[in-house]
C-alpha cells in the first residue's frame, strides 16, 4: 500500500478513535462562547441569511472557519461528529502534506507525516470547534509550495502558494508572515532583481486579493477601510493589560480578566459585546480596545518585557498552556503533552541547523518563519493550540536529525567492530 495513503488512514482513524474515547469527558457540543458563535454564523450561512449572528452582520470573526463549518453542515449536517470526521481527514492531509514536505529535506523524511499523525495534542484538536485543523493544513501547504517554488521555480507553484497564503489570512492573519520570509529568501538567494520584484509582485497581489474582496464587503457594511476583522484588537487587549502577568505566571486562561474576582477588569470588553451589537459598535470597541492597549503598553514598560520574555520562554519549551484548569485528567494531559512535545521541540531545533549544511536556502526561510510567527505571538496572546503550526514546521525537520543520528551510531558501531577485530 502508498505509504501515504498509510498516513492519510493512521491519522483519521487516530482522530475518531480520540473523538470516541473522551466525548463524555470533554463534551463540545452543546457548545459556549466563541465556539457557539461559530456555529450560529454557520447556520446562519447556510439559512440564506449571510455572514451574521441572530441577524447582525459580524465584523469580529474571519471568515473562513465559519464557511467551513457550514460546508461540513450541509454535506453530513449539523452534528459535532460530522465536525471531528471532517477536520480528522483535514488533519489526514496535513499528515501526508507535512511527510511530502519532509522528503525534500531527508530520505526518510516521510517519517514526519507519521509523527504528525500520531501527535496525540494534534490529533486532539480534531475534535475540537476551532479553526486549527484547517489552519495547519493551510499553514502546511503554503510553505509546502513555496518550497517548490523555490527549488524549481516553476510560477504554478508560486500562483498556489499565494492563493493558500490569501485563503489564510481570511482564517488567522497570523499566517501573513510566510509572505515576507518569502520575500527575505528572494534577495537572500540573489536573485536577478527584476525577476525577484516580479515574484514579489505575483505573489503579493494574489494573496492580498482574497482578503480584499472580504474588505469590501466590510466597507459595504460599516464604511470603514480597511477592516479585515476586530478580533484582532480584542485579542490585543486580552494580552495587554494590568492582570495579564499574574495570569501568566499563575498559567491560567486570559478569559479570567473580568470574570475572576481576583481579575477585575474596568471596561471588561467580552466576545459577545461584540456579536450583540450592530457593525459600527463592533468597530467603536476595537478602537477601544486598542486605544487601552496603546496606553497601557506606554505606561507599563517594564512589565511588557517581563511578560515578553515569560512568553518567549513558554512558546519555546514543552510546558503545556494553559495548565491550571479544572478540568477532568487535567495532570495526565500535561504529562502525555510534555512526553511527547519534548521529542519534538528538541529534535526539531537541532534537525533545523542541521539543515543548513544541506539545504541553507530552506533553512533561512524555515527559521525566518520560525522567528517571524514565534515574535507575533509573543507580542499577543496563545494557548497550547496556537503552537501546533510552529510543531508542524519542527516535525517535517526531524528527520533530519534521526538520519544524523543514525549516521553517528553507524559510524560507532563501525570503529567498535574495527577495534574488536583488532583485539580479536
Not at 462562547?33 to 441577524?55: M, Q, T, V
Not at 531545533?349 to 524555515?366: E, H, P, Q, S, T
Not at 549516521?407 to 563501525?414: F, G, N, P, S, T
Request: charged letters at 15%; proline letters at 4%; aromatic letters at 18%.
Amino acid at each position: 500500500m502508498n505509504k501515504y495513503l498509510v498516513i492519510f488512514l493512521i491519522a483519521i482513524f487516530v482522530r475518531l478513535l480520540l473523538a470516541a474515547l473522551f466525548i463524555d469527558i470533554f463534551a463540545e457540543w452543546p457548545t459556549g462562547s466563541s465556539k457557539e458563535y461559530r456555529i450560529k454564523l454557520a447556520e446562519s450561512i447556510i439559512h440564506g441569511k449571510g455572514f451574521s449572528y441572530e441577524g447582525i452582520p459580524n465584523l469580529y470573526q474571519t471568515p473562513v472557519y465559519p464557511f467551513f463549518l457550514a460546508i461540513i453542515f450541509l454535506v453530513l449536517g449539523s452534528s459535532w461528529w460530522s465536525i471531528a470526521l471532517f477536520q480528522s481527514i483535514l488533519e489526514g492531509f496535513s499528515s501526508v502534506t507535512i511527510s511530502k514536505m519532509g522528503i525534500n529535506f531527508s530520505k526518510c523524511g516521510w517519517l514526519a507525516g507519521y509523527i504528525y499523525a500520531f501527535y496525540p495534542y494534534a490529533a486532539m484538536q480534531s475534535r475540537s470547534i476551532s479553526d486549527t485543523s484547517i489552519f495547519v493544513l493551510i499553514f502546511i501547504l503554503t510553505i509546502y509550495f513555496y518550497i517548490k517554488f523555490i527549488s524549481n521555480q516553476r510560477l504554478k507553484y508560486l500562483i498556489i502558494a499565494s492563493l493558500f497564503l490569501g485563503i489564510g489570512i481570511l482564517d488567522r492573519p497570523s499566517i501573513f508572515i510566510l509572505g515576507p520570509a518569502f520575500i527575505i529568501l528572494l534577495f537572500a538567494r540573489k536573485i536577478q532583481w527584476k525577476k525577484c520584484l516580479l515574484f514579489v509582485l505575483i505573489s503579493f497581489f494574489i494573496a492580498i486579493l482574497i482578503p480584499f474582496i472580504w474588505i469590501l464587503r466590510n466597507y459595504g457594511i460599516s464604511g470603514r477601510f480597511p477592516v479585515l476583522s476586530v478580533a484582532g484588537q480584542h485579542f490585543m487587549w486580552y494580552g495587554h493589560n494590568e492582570h495579564i502577568y499574574n495570569i501568566l505566571k499563575r498559567r491560567e486562561s486570559p478569559d479570567q480578566v473580568g470574570g475572576d474576582h481576583r481579575y477585575p477588569m474596568q471596561p471588561n470588553f467580552k466576545v459577545i459585546d461584540f456579536f450583540k451589537v450592530a457593525p459600527e459598535k463592533q468597530i467603536e470597541l476595537a478602537e477601544r480596545c486598542m486605544n487601552i492597549v496603546k496606553k497601557w503598553i506606554s505606561n507599563n514598560k517594564s512589565e511588557v518585557k517581563q511578560y515578553t520574555l515569560l512568553k518567549l520562554k513558554r512558546f519555546m519549551s514543552w510546558e503545556y498552556d494553559i495548565q491550571n484548569q479544572e478540568i477532568p485528567f487535567q495532570r495526565t494531559r500535561i504529562l502525555i503533552y510534555r512526553i511527547t512535545t519534548a521529542p519534538i521541540i528538541i529534535f526539531g531545533w537541532l534537525g533545523v541547523f542541521l539543515l543548513f549544511f544541506k539545504r541553507k536556502d530552506i533553512a533561512f526561510y524555515l527559521l525566518t518563519v520560525i522567528i517571524g510567527f514565534i515574535s507575533i505571538h509573543i507580542f499577543s496572546n496563545f494557548e497550547s493550540r496556537h503552537k501546533i503550526p510552529f510543531f508542524a514546521i519542527l516535525m517535517t525537520i526531524i528527520p533530519v536529525t534521526i538520519q544524523y543520528l543514525c549516521l553517528i551510531a553507524k559510524k560507532q558501531i563501525r570503529k567498535y567492530k574495527i577495534k574488536n577485530s583488532f583485539i580479536g
